[in-house]
């Protein structure tokens, strides 16, 4: 453009008007950039070469009929006239860039520089001339770039990624702004000392980044890599960050320079903290998870084997199951926190306490001296667990049971270790709760008779190994037999017949309380359906079998199977079935009402809140406890328990039963006081279902020959 220029200048500049023509007509038939004449006052074109019209994508004719300002973009020509105006007007010259609108709707920036070529007699612009360069590719590709920088500094500043370079000869770093931010640096634009680059870094790991720089300087190392912390001056919080750089070599091969970026990567490192917290903690308590505590217990394993001996604890909460039953999770979930605060108070820094889920506990008691101190421990805790705690505003008082196994002694391994203070924790809960027991070799052998007996019991429900006993119920007037409890026994092939109590409990704690209820259920309905009319059957029916599924369908679905009428079966419950849930148990009872069944309590008198029941809940027959029926007309205070109880169920509409009747005297004792049933060993011991039609043979008998006696 200036060699275009400079032709016409020097021909405007001669003494003949022909050599400024033929230099203006020189411009206009080159083809390296476009050429407009155009009238200043009118402000329209005069002449245009074809360049402009292949530039504009406008014909000759078009160009000649449009302004001057037509074809610029609406966002230029408020910007670019008046300057254009008044640079002509005072300097006779005007350049600058021009975006113009094509007729395709696209753009095109043009390098435009104009120059006045004639004026009026009073000075002002008449005609002017233009060259006109398309600059769009020249244009586009620095948009591009600047975008390419803008995006870039945005990334370093969110990402905080700032450039470095370093003068290995002199011993000086350059850093950026972005640089300077991330190491904490004071604001400014001259170097510092590989020195005072060091001195920002924390002193835990200052050294190995100087030892990593020197080694990789020494090998001639084509880059380096380094991983360090600062601490911010303003908060004082870590800052993680992650350097890499490039090493330039100089002719002897030595590093003389290192480019290379410094990238914040705090945030990523304290989520990753986070997420390894979470992954080795427990989310309410914050104590060791599970996964945590036997990495630690192995460590404390491995001191063991170097003559450091621990103990551990495992614990769990008494009577949890039951708050959090009637109290609801939330106070429940409160209530651990607070048992967890109380056992870390009672620890050692050195000591591990951990939650391995729901109410169970663990703690490494490390560096033990004596087997004594474990006890120690383990009766401070039960101390501190056992006063009441405040919920919510409620007092809520639970206990703790405590096993306890000692390394090396008891095992030497995690597996054998957690498994000995197990069975010690088993054996304190066993024995009443609320106590500390050390494990003991002999613990392993019942475990494995408790194991085994599991193994049959699963069996025997698949192999025909159990069937139902029946005890007679009879009418205290009558002596005639009312209905038969039925009692399950289990024929094992070695062990020989074995009660309920042996085995009903284990089947409770392994899951398979359900199905050998449910067979219970539906045996005693499929035999009581073939005896006589008049005589039903009462099954007993647990707490885990209410809460386990819908209890009024499974018997509704029995008594249909079997073809036994509904008031012909009996629900025996204890007390424990009441207490878990009290609305669900009652909207049970009431549906097994709806079927037609009768509802028995059964060991009235031993809970603490059997009196509230009654009124509560929709019995037929409250059964009295042998207890009771034992000292019957030997103690004052069991005669009138049982007057009492006789009088409130006979106001309440409810028959009363005694259980455990063993002589004339109890039953005439009975009799008099105005109870309707009995059951005991006078008139017979629990019997196999094929000796009942003798058993009712020999008990309808008895009634006619004590009438005929009196």
């Avoid at 997420?275 to 599970?290: E, G, M, Q, V, W």
């Avoid at 967890?340 to 009672?346: D, F, G, I, P, V």
């Avoid at 038969?484 to 026994?489: G, I, S, T």
């Amino acid at each position: 453009m200036k060699d275009l220029w400079r032709k016409l200048n020097s021909a405007s500049a001669g003494d003949h008007a022909t050599d400024h023509a033929a230099a203006i007509e020189a411009l206009f038939v080159t083809n390296i950039a476009g050429i407009a004449q155009a009238d200043c006052r009118r402000g329209r074109f005069t002449r245009v070469n074809a360049r402009l019209c292949a530039m504009l994508g406008r014909s000759e004719q078009e160009l000649m009929t449009l302004g001057l300002s037509d074809m610029q973009h609406p966002e230029e020509a408020g910007r670019v006239m008046p300057d254009f105006i008044k640079a002509m007007a005072e300097t006779g010259h005007w350049e600058g860039e021009v975006r113009h609108v094509l007729p395709d709707g696209g753009d095109m920036w043009a390098l435009i520089s104009a120059t006045v070529t004639a004026r009026d007699e009073d000075g002002a612009p008449l005609r002017s001339i233009g060259i006109i360069i398309d600059v769009t590719e020249e244009r586009r590709t620095y948009e591009k770039a600047r975008e390419y920088a803008e995006a870039l500094r945005l990334g370093q500043t969110v990402g905080r990624i700032g450039t470095v370079r370093r003068d290995l000869v002199n011993g000086v770093i350059l850093i950026e702004p972005g640089m300077r931010e991330i190491m904490a640096l004071p604001e400014g634009d001259g170097p510092i000392t590989t020195k005072e680059w060091l001195e920002r870094i924390i002193p835990e790991d200052r050294r190995h980044v100087a030892e990593e720089m020197r080694c990789a300087y020494e090998t001639n190392a084509p880059g380096i890599s380094l991983d360090y912390r600062t601490r911010c001056p303003r908060t004082g919080k870590l800052r993680y960050i992650e350097l890499r750089a490039r090493y330039q070599f100089g002719s002897d091969g030595k590093a003389v320079f290192s480019t290379g970026v410094a990238i914040d990567v705090t945030e990523r490192k304290e989520a990753e903290q986070r997420l390894a917290h979470a992954a080795h903690h427990d989310s309410l308590t914050d104590l060791p998870n599970r996964t945590l505590f036997r990495r630690r217990l192995d460590a404390a394993l491995a001191r063991g084997r170097r003559g450091v001996g621990f103990a551990l604890l495992c614990l769990d909460l008494d009577r949890f199951k039951v708050v959090n039953d009637t109290l609801g999770h939330p106070v429940g979930d409160r209530l651990l926190l607070a048992a967890s605060e109380r056992l870390k108070a009672e620890l050692r820094e050195t000591d591990t306490l951990a939650r391995l889920g729901g109410d169970e506990f663990a703690i490494i008691q490390s560096f033990l001296l004596e087997p004594q101190e474990a006890a120690a421990l383990a009766r401070r805790l039960i101390e501190s667990l056992s006063q009441p705690f405040v919920i919510d505003g409620q007092h809520v008082v639970v206990g703790v049971s405590i096993g306890i196994a000692l390394a090396p002694q008891d095992a030497s391994e995690s597996e054998g270790l957690l498994s000995a203070a197990d069975l010690a924790l088993y054996r304190a809960k066993s024995d009443g709760r609320g106590i500390w027991r050390y494990f003991e070799p002999a613990m392993n052998q019942r475990m494995h008779e408790r194991r085994q007996l599991e193994l049959d019991l699963r069996r025997a429900l698949i192999s025909d190994q159990l069937e139902l006993y029946y005890q007679p119920i009879v009418d205290v007037a009558s002596r005639r037999v009312k209905s038969f409890e039925a009692l399950l026994r289990w024929d094992h092939p070695q062990r020989g017949q074995l009660s309920p109590d042996l085995f009903v409990p284990l089947a409770e704690e392994i899951g398979l309380i359900v199905p050998l209820g449910d067979w219970v259920l539906r045996k005693a309905c499929m035999e009581a359906a073939g005896w006589p009319e008049e005589i039903g059957v009462a099954v007993n029916f647990s707490a885990v079998q209410f809460q386990s599924r819908p209890l009024a369908p499974q018997i509704a679905s029995a008594l249909q199977d079997s073809g036994l009428r509904p008031d012909r079966f009996e629900v025996e419950i204890t007390e424990s079935v009441l207490i878990k849930d009290k609305e669900a148990t009652l909207a049970t009872l009431r549906a097994l009402k709806a079927l037609g069944v009768r509802i028995a309590m059964d060991d009235f008198g031993t809970g603490y809140s059997s009196l509230s029941y009654l009124q509560t809940f929709p019995f037929d027959k409250v059964k009295i406890d042998r207890s009771f029926t034992c000292n019957l007309d030997q103690s004052r205070k069991s005669n009138a328990i049982v007057k009492a109880v006789v009088s409130l169920c006979d106001g309440l509409d409810m028959a009363v039963l005694a259980e455990g009747v063993e002589t004339e005297a109890q039953l005439e004792a009975l009799r008099r006081e105005g109870c309707s049933q009995a059951q005991g060993f006078l008139f017979s011991r629990p019997v196999a279902a094929q000796e009942l039609p003798e058993l009712l043979q020999r008990l309808n008998q008895t009634p006619a020959i004590t009438i005929a006696a009196e």
